[in-house]
């Protein structure tokens, strides 16, 4: 029987994209929580893809890379943009942040 190796874990810090180093890791972190809940919208509607790219003015192609989680080729202004298509209110709150808060808060109601 073989020895398993040792594992190390490491904690995170809430936000893989900071963990992995990335420069632009709050901008890609506050774009992939925008585009997991609007995939989660337009999953909700049980529409065919192609009605979806029909309906919000997309190529069919750009709906499939939404709902695979390629958000990377969308702005948030795109995806900011998408939910006002489908009715959503969004609303960027600016205040002090208090000791220990995350500067960069995306939060849906």
Do not use: C, W, Y
């Amino acid at each position: 029987m073989s020895k398993k190796p040792n594992t190390e874990f490491t904690e995170s810090s809430g936000n893989v994209f900071a963990d992995m180093g990335l420069a632009d890791a709050k901008e890609l972190e506050a774009r992939g929580l925008i585009g997991v809940h609007l995939v989660q919208l337009l999953k909700s509607k049980e529409m065919k893809q192609k009605d979806i790219a029909t309906m919000l003015h997309l190529k069919p192609a750009e709906v499939s890379h939404l709902f695979n989680g390629h958000f990377s080729r969308f702005s948030t202004d795109k995806l900011l943009s998408l939910l006002a298509d489908l009715e959503h209110k969004v609303t960027i709150q600016i205040s002090p942040r208090k000791q220990g808060e995350p500067f960069q808060e995306v939060a849906f109601v």
